[in-house]
């Protein structure tokens, strides 16, 4: 059996005037703020996307995605991520499982954790145990510290029957 092994990474800034949507859930920041960026700007999807063409070397999303592309202005990470394990499926590889990180000081996510993995798993053809989705801030450090943006990292292990 093959395995291979993708990480991810995104930051977005937060800004006034857009909507704060992450694991396919919008949310609301206690300052009104939400992720600026050219899709939904959904940093835990956007993460997890990367680790899974990575792990593939496929490149990023942004290959398939661009920002400078006009059809994607707005569109649904989760939407994208369905494109995304259609070209992992078409290369003839599965989802062992995948693990993801939110870094952000607000808004608390502890009560969203589930919904987010249920909808990624959904999308991704996944049960919700394969699916790991945290939360963590940074102590006030940085630019999530702050409160100026909001990462996320992702790993995804595949295998090829």
Known sequence: MDLRVGNGYDIHRLVPGRPLI?????LEHPAGLGLDGHSDADVLVHALMDALLGALSLGDIG???PPTDPKWKGADSLVLLE???GLVR????RVVNVDTVVIAERPKLKPHIESMRAAIAARMGLEPDQVGVKATTNEKLGAEGREEGISSQAVALLYKP
């Open 90 to 93: 078409e290369r003839g590889w």
């Open 63 to 65: 290959k398939y995605f």
């Open 22 to 26: 992450l694991g396919g859930q919008t």
């Open 83 to 85: 494109q995304v394990m």
